[in-house]
């Protein structure tokens, strides 16, 4: 049996190309995705997003949730810290990226 199916060229000979507010991935260019690991405040965030475009990243990345093994350490702004990314998004002009930990954050 052949592993990896969406990923294997077995199965899909095409590339797959990921459009992230008009930075598509997987098109043969190269995409610079740059920020910080912990989104802690909207100053932060926004003076983050603004260094990242300048050097040239296409896409701001931004840990809202930080996982941790231990439940008295900082485990991120979670809503919040998708809302300051948000923000940075639509106040400098680039595109977000971050990790959610349930599917419910989508929404």
Partial sequence: QEP?????????KEDTVVDVSGVKIGSGKPVIIAGPCSVESEEQVIN?????KAAGASILRGGAFKPRTSPY????????????LKLAKEEVGIPIVSEIVSIRHLE
Avoid at 4 to 12: S, T, V
Avoid at 48 to 52: E, H, M, R, T
Avoid at 73 to 84: E, R, S, T, V
């Fill in 4 to 12: 990896f199916k969406r990923a294997n060229r077995a199965f899909k």
């Fill in 48 to 52: 983050i997003a603004k260094s990242v």
């Fill in 73 to 84: 350490a900082f485990q991120g702004l979670a809503l919040d810290g998708l809302k300051i």
